[in-house]
């Protein structure tokens, strides 16, 4: 820069004040920034040069012509690293972004290629001030499970809780993809000094899960972060017990608008069921139901077929826990989405004698796989199951089209004189339905369900 002052005899230029710079914002090493996110970084640089007059006093002061640009581990936005107010994009990893800010009133060999040339008044060697900002990750912090998705009893909400080293199973309607819902949200152990704008989604491991869908939302200055609503939900058409991961990433747009890992959250187990659960169940019963159902995707009586012909396989008729095998098959079915009800006939005294048992006719009974040989029964009372317009009893792995009553006269009516044989007593008549009969004699109820019993 040079000034022209007209009958004066000028000295060299000089020295008013130093050159200094000084960054205003990150202004100490305090800051805690997202990584990925983008911040104003701000400096205030000074140089004043001056010209004195030979006789010694002092005509002229004026500013100098400064170069100013910066450097750091991140990117700048639009490239743009010169000048006293910048976009500084933090790196997509965590750790120490270390910022440094350059002042020289002479273009500097290492300046950026793209600084415009100056000429100091009184050269002064280059200066820079430096700051270091923390860069961090979120961790995910919980994920809960909401439209769409059934009540496990025995599951805590949310499922996925990271304080509490949990990762819960789910159950979902099979094929319901993208109309189940799942939140999300995240936390680490230090806050954020800035907020910043995110978008956030789950990338699902595999072909039975869609991924849960882009949201946007903001990572603010306190943990955890509010929810995230993801939609998303089981590609898959038939019954099955999934297990998957869900990589959880998030990007700011306005920053590296790149996706960053937080959690994968791994060992993810979802119960795709035929259709709702018409009743809250334990995580047991989903178990064992997507495991006799698994790949069903035609009907409901078809569900109650791989239920029978499961518990045909496992359970064992023990000779007085037709009640239990009842109960568990209604459970069974009733997380597939089939309303069933427990059917009960027992002997009673009164009107007809003493009746305290019946002897059925000879019928199999189920033995883990290996049938038990037909026999004839005492009973004093019995349980099975109405779903889907028939009777099914897992004690003998027995299906009958019609009501409880046709059910009664398979087991008891063989078409001789021991139809209806009561134990030590005469044999009696019994129509189908108990028309006719007195409630005394043989009495039919429908019994509340049991706890559940895993095979034995």
Request: charged share 15%; with cysteine.
């Amino acid at each position: 820069m040079l000034v022209v002052m007209a009958a004066t005899t000028w000295a060299a230029w000089e020295d008013a004040t130093a050159l200094t710079v000084s960054m205003t914002s990150p202004a100490n090493d305090t800051r805690v920034w997202l990584a990925g996110s983008d911040h104003a970084v701000t400096c205030t640089p000074s140089d004043t040069d001056k010209c004195r007059k030979q006789d010694g006093t002092t005509d002229a002061s004026v500013a100098d012509d400064l170069t100013i640009w910066w450097a750091g581990p991140g990117t700048w936005k639009d490239n743009k690293l010169l000048g006293a107010s910048v976009t500084y994009i933090c790196t997509d990893t965590a750790g120490a972004n270390a910022l440094t800010v350059f002042a020289d009133d002479n273009k500097s060999a290492d300046a950026p290629a793209d600084a415009s040339g100056n000429s100091s008044l009184f050269e002064e060697a280059k200066v820079s001030d430096s700051h270091t900002v923390s860069v961090i990750v979120p961790a995910l912090n919980t994920v809960t499970y909401g439209a769409g998705s059934s009540t496990i009893s025995d599951v805590p909400v949310p499922q996925y809780d990271r304080a509490a080293s949990r990762n819960g199973a789910a159950t979902f309607v099979r094929n319901t993809s993208p109309s189940c819902v799942a939140y999300s949200t995240f936390w680490h152990g230090t806050s954020l000094t800035d907020a910043s704008s995110v978008s956030v989604y789950g990338v699902t491991s595999g072909d039975d899960m869609s991924l849960w869908a882009v949201t946007t939302g903001s990572f603010g200055t306190t943990w955890p972060s509010s929810n995230l609503t993801h939609s998303g939900g089981p590609l898959n058409d038939h019954v099955k017990k999934i297990t998957y991961s869900t990589a959880w990433k998030y990007k700011v747009a306005t920053g590296s608008d790149t996706w960053i890992d937080t959690t994968t959250q791994s060992g993810c187990v979802a119960y795709l069921t035929f259709a709702t659960p018409v009743q809250v169940e334990t995580k047991d019963v989903f178990e064992y139901s997507c495991r006799y159902c698994d790949g069903r995707n035609t009907t409901k009586t078809d569900v109650c077929w791989d239920v029978l012909n499961g518990m045909a396989n496992e359970y064992t008729y023990a000779g007085g826990n037709c009640a239990a095998l009842a109960s568990n098959f209604g459970r069974l079915v009733g997380v597939q989405g089939v309303a069933s009800s427990q059917e009960q006939w027992y002997a009673g005294g009164g009107a007809v004698g003493s009746i305290k048992q019946m002897r059925t006719k000879e019928i199999p009974t189920i033995n883990a796989g290996t049938p038990n040989p037909k026999a004839r029964y005492a009973w004093t009372f019995h349980r099975w199951v109405t779903a889907e317009g028939a009777n099914w009893d897992p004690s003998s792995q027995t299906q009958l089209m019609g009501n409880w009553g046709a059910y009664e006269d398979v087991l008891f009516k063989s078409g001789g004189t021991d139809d209806y044989d009561r134990v030590g007593q005469q044999s009696i008549a019994n129509p189908p339905g108990q028309g006719g009969w007195p409630q005394s004699t043989l009495t039919h109820s429908n019994p509340d369900a049991w706890d559940f019993t895993t095979p034995r």
